[in-house]
């Protein structure tokens, strides 16, 4: 038994058995409170946060229309951090000017009317609590964070992962799916620098109906004595602290190997072998778990429409 375990399903009676409420995995489906389920529709695709992903920082400080910089900024923690910030106030004046609600903030509110000299979020970790709310919101408009979607429920997250998929045209048979399975009470007894937001769902019915939960590590704020208005400070007066882009399974691993010890196993890797995606799909739309349910509007209608037919020709392909 280890922090981080993988369960293999390769089988069509393998599946049958894992999805029962009376198995050997039942908690997954009836301990809700217990567990925050991720699935991806590829074994190949990290446990990333899409901040960390490719070259997104350096998009995300070209957005701003700032003046070109070194690359060596984005080795450090500060660099994206400062992205970050003004990311999110760029975000809030142009929600503000559309007449948008967004959650409010006496910070970013600050900036965008130019009252006076404003200094970034005192807190001592990085996220800054006044900020959560507004980061989940704009997470959930594909707004690049360093937080990770969750959801609550297992079926949710077996629909992303056949979703995602679905949507992929290579031969499935080649990949697998894969669903992670965070113990969230078994994490919370640890020292493991995780923390989670629940998003404000009067402000996106889409996190309701997914059951939305984000997870972020958290880290030492490096702006809270900055003023928002200034640039990004020269390269040498940057904090040394440099970006660490792990997948959130490889940091649990080097955690509890390195600066903590536990028995308990904290993250599932649920691997689905690639030929059960056709009949995995028709199951959960059986318990409708489908795009009209996970995006409730015309938008998850048409989705479904769509997803339905690149099921159906996948499932003829196999049949051929």
Not at 171 to 190: F, K, M, Q
């Amino acid at each position: 038994m280890g922090v981080v375990t993988t369960i293999g399903i390769d089988t069509i009676e393998q599946l049958h058995e894992f999805l029962s409420p009376v198995g050997e995995y039942k908690d997954f489906f009836t301990q809700h409170e217990r567990y925050l389920f991720r699935g991806e529709g590829s074994v190949h695709y990290p446990l990333n946060p899409s901040l960390f992903r490719g070259k997104t920082v350096q998009t995300l400080y070209r957005s701003l229309r700032k003046p070109p910089i070194d690359e060596a900024y984005f080795q450090y923690e500060e660099t994206y951090q400062w992205v970050e910030l003004q990311s999110l106030i760029k975000f809030f004046r142009l929600a503000n000017n559309a007449g948008i609600s967004v959650p409010h903030s006496e910070v970013l509110q600050s900036s965008v009317l130019h009252l006076h000299d404003t200094y970034a979020p005192q807190d001592e970790a990085w996220l800054p609590a006044e900020l959560l709310d507004l980061f989940s919101l704009a997470r959930h408009y594909s707004f690049p964070t360093r937080m990770i979607d969750w959801s609550d429920n297992i079926y949710t997250a077996l629909y992303f992962a056949c979703s995602s998929a679905l949507n992929n045209d290579k031969d499935w048979s080649e990949d697998e799916l894969i669903v992670y399975a965070l113990n969230l009470s078994n994490v919370r007894e640890t020292n493991f620098p995780i923390r989670f937001v629940r998003p404000l769902h009067s402000f996106n019915e889409n996190s309701k109906a997914q059951g939305g939960v984000l997870s972020y590590i958290e880290t030492e704020n490096l702006l809270k004595e900055k003023n928002i208005s200034e640039e990004l400070a020269p390269l040498e007066k940057l904090a040394p602290k440099r970006m660490a882009h792990k997948p959130l399974d490889q940091h649990l691993t080097e955690h509890f190997s390195e600066k903590e010890t536990t028995q308990k196993e904290l993250l599932h890797k649920i691997v689905i072998n690639g030929e059960v995606i056709p009949k995995l799909y028709l199951y959960l739309d059986s318990l409708h778990y489908s795009a009209e349910k996970i995006y409730p509007d015309l938008y998850g209608v048409v989705r479904k429409m769509l997803q339905d037919e690149a099921n159906w020709a996948k499932k003829e392909e196999k049949e051929i």
